[in-house]
């Protein structure tokens, strides 16, 4: 897979798992507490690795899965908050079989096994095959709960 998806994949997670973690509170989206810090170049733009991390919470507003106020120079997203999508597709149970197609420990319910919860254990396994598997099970509709409204 290419390297930009997988940057892709890990920026939205950590984007939208720790606006999980405070929801329904609405808060500051900083791009280096997700991606850690990235000097600007020789012209003060922010590093392309920055700014790829920008266009994905970007891109996670204009496709419904967060809302916010705007943004703070290169540096945030204000105000944002989970979407009513957002919100369901992480706290959705995943189902048996994708439950085995993520290889996940047989001593793992099915029914305590969040996409939030997996997506978080996965960050912190750094597994990044398993991260791209999740991420897909979030943005494809058809398998991420029923219950998408926006």
């Not at 085995?100 to 597994?127: F, I, K, W, Y």
Request: with cysteine; charged share 20%.
């Amino acid at each position: 897979m290419d390297l930009q998806i997988n940057d892709f994949y890990h920026d939205a997670s950590r984007a939208l798992l720790t606006l999980y973690r405070v929801f329904p509170r609405k808060t500051t989206l900083y791009v280096d507490d997700l991606i850690g810090y990235h000097e600007p170049d020789e012209y003060g733009l922010p590093h392309v690795r920055h700014q790829s991390c920008l266009g994905t919470l970007l891109w996670l507003g204009e496709e419904g899965y967060l809302r916010h106020a705007g943004t703070l120079h290169h540096e945030a997203l204000e105000q944002a908050v989970l979407s009513e999508k957002g919100f369901l597709r992480l706290s959705a149970r995943i189902g048996d079989a994708a439950l085995q197609h993520c290889s996940l420990p047989a001593n793992v319910p099915s029914m305590r096994s969040t996409l939030a919860r997996q997506l978080q254990e996965t960050l912190a396994s750094g597994d990044g095959e398993r991260l791209s598997q999740l991420a897909r099970l979030l943005f494809n509709a058809s398998q991420s709960g029923s219950g998408d409204t926006v």
